[in-house]
């Protein structure tokens, strides 16, 4: 493969080329001379080569449903918009005929559920059980990605279950694979500052490890732009990259940026447009064993997203249909877009757009009957006298 020539003139760039050829794997000290590299262009052009080498010009999307259970949490994590204590008024806990209702208006056209809730103060691990048992009944096709770890931790002290019984109880109900929101940082003394009294670092990492060892696939993010530094950022990378060697569970990476508004976390060190492109660029160049960089577009938004697909990232998730998490922090991210726009989104950023399952394991090349829309503009010479 040609290496672009911001990379061939740049030392940092050219450092991390030459010790991911000879050993496939950068260190700690490394990463951090990414973020401040002045060239932004030499590290995104790095991370668009390894994705390249990888998975050459495509670029992966599926069709999928976002469905939340409950928004009543027994937690107040400091960034989050989304959740309510359960005698407010907009607080709901949604009942199995009311969750399968969302879906059936979808159900032909998806083939993935993800399903995340907050910590409610009752439910027990049966209620999800109800949950999804009826969902794969209605609709053996659906994959059920949901539960995250925190979740999974707090079902099982309610149901008195271990991590391992309760996944093992949720995989006898339906559940396919767990998301990787929870995340945050790996970092425990900024989840003491913006998310107390959820899981440790640690026990992210054991919940996922455990998952693994079931034979269920996780997904795995990181909230950036609140308290962390960058040195927080690439411990975090290293972590999730230690854990993939351990129990190689972790289909997809999911970096996200904090999205502000004038209540939550009015100390954070909010995260430009580059700055986000460089943190999914360097993702793709310090988790060599983690096999697909998502660009989350419910959070950075279809513009950053099609961008990102030329820096390193290799899918931008789905269609969606309905989503909160996000929307209830202020994304302005469309929630109507179908297969096709998706497509179309792709192939402007000059990618080729494959539509794939849950588990990365049936694609399907999208192709478009598009008009040839090139115009060669006529030049107008000056009649010169
Ligand atoms: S992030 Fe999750 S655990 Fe924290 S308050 Fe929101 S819903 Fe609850």
Redesign the pocket.
Known sequence: MEIPLSVKSNNVALDCLNSLISIGRLTFEQGVKLMHDPSLNSVTSLADMVKRARFNDYVFFNENLHVNST?V?????R??A??KGPRHPDAYSLNVDQYLERIRPFSSRIDEVHT????HPTWTVSEYCELFSNLKNEFPHIHIKAL?A??IKHLSKRSSLSISDTLSRLSEAGLNSLPG??AEILVDSVRDRI?MG?ESSDEYLEIHGAAHSLGISTNCTMLFGTVESVDDRITHLLRLREQQDTSFGFQCFVPYPFLPDKSRLPEAQLASGQEVIRMISVSRLMLDNIPHIKAYRMNIGDKLASYAINCGADDVDGTVGHEEIMHEAGSKTSLTTSSEQMARMIVSSGATPIKRNSSYSVFEIVNLSEPNRTRILPVIVPEVS
Request: with cysteine.
């Open positions: 928004n949490c027994v937690l107040a994590c960034f989050c989304f959740r995340v809730g907050g910590l995250t925190v979740e929101g929870g998310c959820k």
